[in-house]
């Protein structure tokens, strides 16, 4: 085996690697935007690869029966047979940020082109749909102002909701390293936990969770206060600075100090930096993002750059994306609104241009249901048929109580590389080629594409998920719309439908990548992508849940897992730095309810319980983090106690911010050995 180059399969940073020919995996140092860097969890990918795999299609018409093996000829029979006789309008699709572009690009052609029906979503819905949405309503599009490089000349740095340490590592590394090449370099992080992000800032503001428009809007306020404001900039290239300022005014320091319990100082400082520094770039992630009011948030930041013209030379707000292909994902337009090329289906010009292009007609104007939606449809009796490709929702989901009863309630298909919870609720199983087994594109958060290449077989029956789909839409009758023989023409295909828009792909080619689309800047010339050109500032209105418990409790990541752990999981030196499932609390909070570390307790909201050990940490009193990811075989799901409630505009629902109490539940026996840290067993798989 010779040196074969493909993309991380982890985080939207999107690293270059390679595997060589002892089957190691290296960093790719000819790659243009990671330049050979990486972080550990890739390179653990080899001691994944074949742990808990799914071999062979899997049925059972009942669900309590026990699942039998099919052939694929079988498999595509059932799945044609279904989608013949449910109207489309019944069936629903939830796909994933980590497929391929062309994977996504394919699944997206045959629902919304061909089954004619918007009812797709993906999981990004959990992830990005936030951003997107603001930095549409600001810039008119959703790429990425800047780049990478943009890092290495900046002199300050916000992280805001953002563990980048431990979520996009190297991203981090690279704004560590232009730490160290300058002593004028500022990194500043907001979050209710001292993570390890802040821990390695200059400058950590442990801010009231759920906060943070008002925050930004009182950072508004002051650089309005002390004359800071760029009007050249405002004047020239923005639209509704007033109506900002004028909401942004009901928080003058002062009230939101109390309302954030942030000391003064430090809107006064945050704002001094958006005024006064050379270049600035504020980093989000999902402490903004999963909100009930995320858009909002999103947006408060954001006015703050067109406050002071910190865009291009100047700077960049810069939403970091989650999985791999997020970006990918949207620009072959996998929500239920999006078409290829950053189109729409509420436009009449996009679903025509598409029409034509795919040589069909009848695409819906309206968008569909959006997963948690769903999974309210599916609840009601109005989708029979739930196909889900490359994500694990039984874990993911929130309010997992609801989504459980959904699953057992529709025909399943699951279509993934490993047997995850979800496929215990499975009417049939579909084997999926993982990365390395298939070949395709994913686009990383500063919009370099990379193709990577395969590199070994998949195992069993496993099929790369484009095939799949071609093979059923074969089935379906439109065998000419689907007839490619490799990702390669599915790539070419769709590159054509990117020409001439923002994120124009048409230039590039498989023997071309890695490359990046679009210009270092998005927005070069400071004309951008809405109607007047001009980018828009938007009243940030705060909102919060009002909801009663003792606790708020946030979830999120561990350091060297990967969500909910199907591949990291199976990787003993990947686990070996984990500790059993926890919280962090706040030692003080602890004390009070006769709390040791390491002892267990219970996590009570109103939708559910989940046991954890406590482990102390700097956090905001008040508060507890606890990583959302574990499977079942390992402890309570977490989202089972979280709300289904949603961002009113993004639709993306709240997964930071549950009300909950602790019941101290005794020492920790099963854990505890000395002081609690005995690591993970090995994952196990219940695949039958
Ligand atoms: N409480 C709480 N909940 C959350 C979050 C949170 O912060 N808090 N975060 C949310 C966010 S941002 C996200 S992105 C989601 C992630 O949630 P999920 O998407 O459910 O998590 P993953 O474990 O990444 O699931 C990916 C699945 O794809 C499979 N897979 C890997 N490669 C392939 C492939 O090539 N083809 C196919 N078909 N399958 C493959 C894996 O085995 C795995 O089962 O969770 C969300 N849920
Ligand atoms: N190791 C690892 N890396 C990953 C992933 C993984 O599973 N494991 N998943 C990838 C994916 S898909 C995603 S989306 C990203 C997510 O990356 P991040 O968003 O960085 O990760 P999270 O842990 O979900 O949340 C970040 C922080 O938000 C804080 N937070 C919660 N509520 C608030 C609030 O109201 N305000 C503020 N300011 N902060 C708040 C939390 O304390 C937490 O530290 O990570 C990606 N990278
Ligand atoms: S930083 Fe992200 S993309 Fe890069 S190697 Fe780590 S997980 Fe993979
Ligand atoms: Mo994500």
């Known amino acids: 085996m010779k040196d074969t180059a493909f993309q991380c399969p982890y985080c939207g940073v999107g690293c270059g690697l390679y595997i060589d020919d002892k089957g190691k995996v290296k960093g790719d140092s000819l790659h243009p935007a990671t330049k050979g860097d990486l972080c550990k969890k890739p390179l653990y990918l080899p001691e994944a ?76 819905r959990l992830c990005m749909a936030t951003a997107v949405t603001a930095y549409k309503m600001a810039f008119g599009s959703d790429g990425v102002p800047c780049t990478y490089e943009d890092i290495d000349d900046a002199d300050a740095f916000i992280f805001a909701g953002s563990n980048a340490a431990i979520s996009h590592p190297v991203l981090f590394k690279r704004v560590l390293r232009r730490r160290r090449e300058s002593e004028q370099v500022l990194i500043i992080t907001i979050d209710p936990y001292e993570t390890e992000t802040a821990r390695k800032s200059d400058l950590h503001i442990s801010i009231r969770a759920g906060t943070d428009t008002v925050f930004f809007n009182s950072v508004l306020y002051t650089i309005h206060r002390e004359g800071w404001v760029n009007f050249q900039f405002v004047d020239g290239y923005t639209e509704g600075f007033e109506e900002a300022l004028k909401y942004a005014e009901k928080f003058p320091p002062d009230i939101a100090s109390s309302i954030c319990d942030v000391p003064e100082e430090d809107i ?75 189109r729409d289906v509420r436009s009449e010009e996009d679903r025509r241009f598409m029409e034509n292009f795919w040589k069909t007609e009848g695409i819906k104007p309206m968008p569909g249901p959006s997963i948690t939606e769903a999974v309210d449809l599916i609840t009601e009796g109005k989708i029979d048929l739930l196909w889900v490709v490359c994500t694990n929702p039984l874990v993911s989901l929130p309010s997992t109580g609801k989504v459980e009863e959904a699953l057992k309630k529709v025909f399943l298909i699951v279509q993934d590389a490993y047997w995850n919870d979800s496929c215990e609720l499975a009417n049939l199983i579909l084997p999926a080629a993982q990365i390395g087994e298939k070949e395709g594109t994913m686009t990383g958060s500063d919009r370099t594409v990379t193709f990577s290449r395969q590199f070994r077989y998949p195992p069993g029956e496993a099929k790369p ?50 490359s990046r689309w679009g210009k270092r800047w998005l927005y070069e010339d400071l004309k951008f992508a809405t109607e007047s050109k001009k980018a828009k500032f938007h009243p940030a209105r705060f909102e919060i849940p009002q909801d009663r418990g003792s606790f708020l409790m946030m979830t999120g990541r561990m350091k060297d ?116 840290r005995r690591p993970f067993k090995h994952g196990r798989s219940r695949q039958p």
């Open 561 to 676: 897992q990967w969500h909910t752990m199907t591949r990291t999981g199976k990787s003993p030196s990947l686990l070996k730095g984990e500790l059993p499932p926890y919280i962090i609390m706040n030692p003080d909070d602890a004390r009070e309810l006769g709390i040791s570390e390491w002892d267990r307790v219970v996590i009570r909201s109103k939708l559910g319980e989940a046991e954890r050990i406590v482990k102390f940490g700097k956090i905001k009193r008040g508060h507890i983090f606890t990583p959302f990811g574990y499977p079942r075989e390992f402890a309570d799901p977490i989202n089972r106690l979280v709300s289904d409630r949603c961002d009113p505009l993004s639709k993306e629902p709240d997964l930071k911010f549950t009300a909950v109490d602790i019941i101290p539940a005794g020492k920790n026996i099963n854990w505890c050995e000395e002081d609690g």
């Open 465 to 514: 998920d484009w095939l799949i789909f071609t093979e059923v839409a074969k089935r379906m009758g439109w065998e000419e719309s689907f007839n490619y023989r490799s990702a390669v023409d599915i790539f070419e295909e769709f590159k054509r439908a990117t020409r001439g828009r923002l994120c124009d792909l048409s230039n590039l080619t498989y023997a071309r990548l890695p």
């Open 49 to 124: 690869f074949d742990k808990g795999r799914i071999t062979a299609p899997l049925f059972r018409e009942a669900k309590e029966k026990p699942f039998k093996e099919i052939s694929w000829e079988e498999a595509y029979r059932i799945i044609e047979q279904k989608l013949k006789t449910i109207p489309p309008d019944k069936t629903y699709f939830y796909i994933s940020g980590q497929l391929l572009t062309e994977e996504s690009y394919i699944i997206n052609k045959f629902v919304k082109g061909f089954l004619k029906t918007n009812n797709i979503d993906s999981n990004s």
């Open 268 to 342: 006064y400082l945050v704002a001094k930096v958006f005024a006064q520094s050379k270049k600035l770039i504020s980093f989000w992630c999902q402490g903004l993002n999963q909100s009930l009011n995320g858009v909002m948030k999103n947006l408060s930041l954001i006015n703050l750059h067109l406050a002071t013209g910190r865009i291009n030379e100047k700077g960049c707000p810069f939403s970091l994306t989650g999985q791999p292909n997020a970006m990918g994902g949207r620009e072959v337009g996998y929500l239920s609104n999006g078409l290829p090329g950053y």
